[in-house]
């Protein structure tokens, strides 16, 4: 959860939390910290805090330290603690004869919060001169002794300030305090010891190429470095244990060591995976399950018993966890540990379906382990691909410096992937399956798996390998057995549960199931994996290093750096709203010298693009004489689609293209915009009886004008609700009433697409595509709306009102006319689902959590107690009719 909401809703108008963190100070009492801005000042706000800060009146000020040049903060943590895998951030923070010291959680968002404070106080020091006051922070002390709550550093501070504004402000500035120098000297000085430690010493290699570099000559020695990794690198092989189990939300009833023992020697590291780890609603909409520590505590014991462990990371979303130990003689060897998770459930947010992945450096060899649980259904292997595709593309690992793009799964030297990929056996019965299965014919069975049929086409997993299956499918038993399904589907028995990697050196020395397991309907499945891991040799990697180094003073200052464009124009035809495209532009370095290059921002503009494009990557690193492709991605999603639709704007940038020491290059952007029903008003679509697509645009601009000034004059002439909210609707009605798992299982984005093309260009007798594709349209119509069905100017008097079902009729019945047909409508068809909820599985809770948030949205940033609110509103809708 973001505890940011609860220190901006404790400041004033004008003041912003950046950022905030929790930490533990001495006391080893746990405070959140967040970074506040004011205009151009900041200063860190120090909070007590409840156990789970949700609102203002969850925090408490305790002390506010200012940003300026009386400031310094700097990373204390011993080198024994940097060697210590998952360690905590040791910081030291100081401010004229103050200090603080406290523990920084390990992860990317402590590292964030310190660059974003670094650069705050990097803008201090750049610009010495300017007069920093302070006056905003003045009502906080005087809050503080009117509540009985006494600032005490605070206090000191203002009087050192004092003091120094009394001989002047430049003064100040210019000769701080005796002991404010030393402190900021000291700290300035012990932060650049570690920069040149961690750069330079042979011993920290795991560091050195993954730290974030700033100047070219540091992404010219890291270019070289890497180009000639194997004059200072050998290969070491190292055994990984994979193991993926879905559980099928059960408690452990039995010891997990024939799994995770099952190896002769224990292997130096375990990547262990569960899916479906819990099934209950609460996980589902809450996130918090009891069964994370019961399954983490049954695999902790059943580690191999012939070598000491050390916990590394653990990261679950819903009932998808991915678990990282290493041997504890190993874990000074681990570095650069980021987790990352990303659902593919319904409008791709849902985590009932997706991935967790761990990424790490395990000495100079980068690795990705992915644990995924893709869609069900045996017909569905497309849903499965696309399910793939997007774990791929959404998930992302940030960087230590946040200017450099994040790490993608396939960047990557080695790619681990384990989890229930769901796919099945086709074209076979289940009695030709069992029979396959009992003359063990593995082999004739494998050719009518699902994966290795789309892994054959290169529909997925292109580039991975699996090893040859020679056990029987995991899935379907009758729990607590090893009996096939006798339910009443009697489930075709697949091989649902799989591990498959990616990279060089590596070989495969197991591939089994454990039918010793009983406690699910799966069987849990494990590999042995020997990878070759890269390791520094001190000795030649300090020869490569200065040679390097020496090269490249030779080469500096020599050449002015110069790139040949593949092309200067770029044009995207017939842009479409969730339809991504991209071009490639190419660069080469036809220089003397290696150049870095930069798109940057152009004048009285705060991005280097307009928000539906995106290079990638927006800077880099070129040899001498290499190429580098850029993709130039456009896209347009809820955010710029109302503009684009109404056009106002355009598809039109120009992109700034900078080389350092060198000069700029301007490329042009342009392109058409289809307009859609996706992202206008549903006042707008209410006066469209023609699809949009056949609208000219003048007409369009003049709906958004008078939508946005709330213009009634035509409402008499409009329709009661959008066509097509209603073809989409209607199509639901008739055809998916019964269907099951609807609104809760994703569709096609293929069939999204002619969704959307059939109702912005005409009005077709039936929708494309599968119910739970039209489902989810809907879903992301009513997500796309510049203004919500219930418009933002009435939210809060939901929430006031949110348990009181009368005072709830009495706000929808003051919205504007076709916002109260588009919320009845809804709701009165939500409420036919309802009737069918024995085949459909449906239940108001499930309606009210996924149609509150679409419904009723927050016009600003939206907390755990607003969303509760907002479903119990909508909760009374569907259970309650009027009186």
Same mark, same amino acid.
């Given at each position: 959860?973001?505890?940011?909401?609860?220190?901006?809703?404790?400041?004033?108008?004008?003041?912003?939390?950046?950022?905030?963190?929790?930490?533990?100070?001495?006391?080893?009492?746990?405070?959140?910290?967040?970074?506040?801005?004011?205009?151009?000042?900041?200063?860190?706000?120090?909070?007590?805090?409840?156990?789970?800060?949700?609102?203002?009146?969850?925090?408490?000020?305790?002390?506010?330290?200012?940003?300026?040049?009386?400031?310094?903060?700097?990373?204390?943590?011993?080198?024994?603690?940097?060697?210590?895998?998952?360690a905590d951030t040791r910081v030291r923070m100081t401010y004229v004869n103050e200090e603080w010291e406290f523990k920084l959680p390990f992860g990317s968002h402590s590292r964030l919060f310190l660059s974003k404070v670094h650069k705050a106080w990097s803008d201090v020091c750049r610009s010495p001169s300017q007069v920093l006051n302070f006056e905003w922070i003045n009502k906080?002390?005087?809050?503080?002794?009117?509540?009985?709550?006494?600032?005490?550093?605070?206090?000191?501070?203002?009087?050192?300030?004092?003091?120094?504004?009394?001989?002047?402000?430049?003064?100040?500035?210019?000769?701080?305090?005796?002991?404010?120098?030393?402190?900021?000297?000291?700290?300035?000085?012990?932060?650049?010891?570690?920069?040149?430690?961690?750069?330079?010493?042979?011993?920290?290699?795991?560091?050195?190429?993954?730290?974030?570099?700033?100047?070219?000559?540091?992404?010219?020695?890291?270019?070289e470095l890497l180009k000639n990794e194997e004059l200072y690198t050998y290969l070491e092989p190292f055994s990984f244990f994979l193991g993926t189990y879905n559980v099928n939300g059960q408690t452990p009833k039995e010891s997990l060591s024939p799994w995770l023992s099952s190896t002769l020697d224990p292997p130096d590291i375990y990547c262990v995976g569960f899916q479906e780890l819990d099934l209950s609603k609460e996980a589902f909409f809450f996130h918090d399950t009891p069964k994370e520590q019961e399954w983490t505590k049954a695999v902790s014991e059943?580690?191999?018993?012939?070598?000491?462990?050390?916990?590394?990371?653990?990261?679950?979303?819903?009932?998808?966890?991915?678990?990282?130990?290493?041997?504890?003689?190993?874990?000074?060897?681990?570095?650069?540990?980021?987790?990352?998770?990303?659902?593919?459930?319904?409008?791709?947010?849902?985590?009932?379906?997706?991935a967790v992945a761990i990424r790490f450096r395990f000495h100079n060899s980068d690795i990705c382990v992915v644990n995924?649980?893709?869609?069900?259904?045996?017909?569905?292997?497309?849903?499965?691909?696309?399910?793939?595709?997007?774990?791929?593309?959404?998930?992302?690992?940030?960087?230590?410096?946040?200017?450099?793009?994040?790490?993608?799964?396939?960047?990557?030297?080695?790619?681990?992937?384990?989890?229930?990929?769901?796919?099945?056996?086709?074209?076979?019965?289940?009695?030709?399956?069992?029979?396959?299965?009992?003359?063990?014919?593995?082999?004739?069975?494998?050719?009518?798996?699902?994966?290795?049929?789309?892994?054959?086409?290169?529909?997925?997993?292109?580039?991975?390998?699996?090893?040859?299956?020679?056990?029987?499918?995991?899935?379907?038993?009758?729990?607590?057995?090893?009996?096939?399904?006798?339910?009443?589907?009697?489930?075709?028995?697949?091989?649902?549960?799989?591990?498959?990697?990616r990279g060089k050196n590596i070989e495969q020395q197991l591939y089994q199931s454990h039918m010793d397991l009983k406690t699910s309907d799966h069987k849990p499945v494990s590999s042995l994996l020997e990878i070759g891991i890269k390791r520094v040799n001190s000795e030649a990697y300090k020869k490569t290093f200065e040679e390097i180094v020496r090269n490249i003073d030779k080469m500096e200052n020599e050449c002015i750096?110069?790139?040949?464009?593949?092309?200067?124009?770029?044009?995207?035809?017939?842009?479409?709203?969730?339809?991504?495209?991209?071009?490639?532009?190419?660069?080469?370095?036809?220089?003397?010298?290696?150049?870095?290059?930069?798109?940057?921002?152009?004048?009285?503009?705060?991005t280097y693009c307009k928000p539906w494009l995106t290079a990638n990557p927006p800077k880099g690193f070129i040899a001498q004489g290499a190429t580098v492709d850029i993709d130039l991605?456009?896209?347009?999603?809820?955010?710029?689609? /109302? #503009? +684009?639709? @109404?056009?106002?704007?355009? $598809?039109? %940038?120009? !992109?700034?293209?900078?080389?350092?020491?060198?000069k700029d290059y301007f490329i042009s952007v342009t392109g058409n915009y289809l307009p859609s029903c996706y992202g206008t008003s549903i006042r707008s679509l209410c006066q469209l009886r023609e699809p949009i697509q056949d609208m000219p645009?003048?007409?369009?601009?003049?709906?958004?004008?008078?939508?946005?000034?709330?213009?009634?004059?035509?409402?008499?002439?409009?329709?009661?609700?959008?066509?097509?909210?209603?073809?989409?609707?209607?199509?639901?009605?008739?055809?998916?009433?019964?269907?099951?798992?609807?609104?809760?299982? /994703? #569709? +096609?984005? @293929?069939?999204?697409?002619? $969704?959307? %093309?059939? !109702?912005?260009?005409?009005?077709?007798?039936?929708?494309?595509?599968?119910n739970h594709s039209v489902a989810e349209a809907l879903l992301l119509?009513?997500?796309?709306?510049?203004?919500?069905?219930?418009?933002?100017?009435?939210?809060?008097q939901c929430l006031e009102c949110s348990s009181n079902f009368s005072q709830c009729e009495k706000i929808i019945s003051v919205l504007p006319q076709c916002h109260k047909n588009v919320f009845n409508y809804l709701a009165a068809f939500l409420r036919e689902l309802l009737k069918n909820s024995a085949s459909n599985r449906l239940d108001a809770t499930i309606l009210a959590t996924i149609f509150a948030s679409l419904l009723l949205r927050s016009p600003t940033k939206q907390d755990l107690s607003e969303k509760r609110k907002t479903q119990e509103f909508f909760h009374h809708f569907l259970t309650l009719s009027s009186s």
């Open positions: 959860m973001d505890q940011s909401v609860a220190i901006q809703e404790s400041l004033q108008s004008g003041e912003n939390c950046v950022i905030c963190v929790f930490f533990v100070d001495g006391r080893a009492e746990s405070r959140l910290l967040g970074l506040v801005q004011s205009a151009k000042e900041h200063a860190i706000f120090i909070y007590n805090h409840r156990r789970m800060a949700i609102t203002a009146d969850d925090v408490s000020l305790e002390d506010v330290v200012p940003v300026s040049l009386h400031f310094a903060v700097v990373e204390v943590s011993s080198p024994e603690e940097l060697l210590i895998v998952g906080y002390y005087k809050a503080s002794r009117t509540q009985g709550v006494k600032l005490t550093k605070f206090n000191q501070h203002k009087k050192t300030e004092k003091s120094a504004e009394k001989r002047g402000t430049a003064e100040k500035e210019k000769a701080p305090p005796k002991s404010t120098v030393s402190s900021t000297q000291e700290s300035r000085e012990e932060r650049d010891d570690l920069v040149r430690s961690s750069s330079h010493t042979a011993s920290n290699k795991a560091q050195i190429l993954a730290m974030p570099q700033f100047g070219l000559r540091d992404n010219l020695i890291k270019c059943a580690l191999h018993p012939d070598a000491k462990y050390a916990f590394v990371k653990l990261i679950r979303i819903v009932g998808i966890m991915l678990i990282f130990y290493v041997k504890k003689e190993h874990a000074e060897f681990i570095s650069d540990v980021e987790a990352e998770s990303v659902g593919t459930g319904i409008m791709g947010r849902m985590g009932n379906k997706g995924s649980h893709l869609a069900a259904h045996i017909e569905e292997f497309e849903r499965r691909n696309q399910d793939f595709k997007d774990i791929c593309s959404r998930l992302q690992f940030r960087q230590l410096d946040p200017s450099i793009p994040p790490l993608t799964i396939m960047k990557h030297d080695v790619v681990l992937w384990i989890g229930d990929l769901n796919y099945r056996i086709s074209e076979l019965d289940v009695d030709k399956v069992k029979d396959l299965i009992t003359r063990k014919d593995f082999k004739s069975l494998h050719s009518y798996d699902q994966l290795k049929r789309q892994i054959d086409e290169e529909a997925v997993f292109v580039g991975f390998v699996e090893g040859v299956i020679e056990f029987q499918p995991t899935y379907k038993y009758d729990t607590g057995s090893d009996k096939w399904d006798t339910s009443e589907k009697c489930r075709v028995p697949a091989w649902c549960d799989r591990i498959l990697w750096p110069s790139v040949t464009l593949s092309k200067r124009e770029f044009h995207f035809k017939d842009v479409k709203f969730m339809q991504h495209q991209a071009e490639t532009l190419s660069l080469f370095n036809d220089g003397q010298v290696p150049c870095q290059f930069e798109f940057i921002q152009k004048p009285n503009e705060s991605e456009v896209f347009v999603n809820r955010s710029t689609a /109302p #503009g +684009l639709n @109404s056009g106002k704007e355009q $598809i039109e %940038d120009i !992109l700034v293209l900078h080389l350092e020491r060198g645009q003048t007409v369009l601009l003049v709906l958004a004008e008078l939508s946005e000034n709330g213009d009634a004059s035509d409402d008499e002439k409009a329709l009661d609700i959008p066509k097509e909210l209603w073809m989409m609707v209607d199509h639901l009605f008739r055809n998916a009433v019964q269907q099951e798992d609807i609104f809760q299982q /994703p #569709g +096609l984005r @293929s069939e999204f697409s002619n $969704i959307r %093309d059939c !109702l912005d260009t005409g009005m077709p007798d039936s929708l494309p595509g599968s119509f009513l997500d796309a709306l510049p203004e919500p069905v219930v418009p933002f100017s009435f939210y809060q």
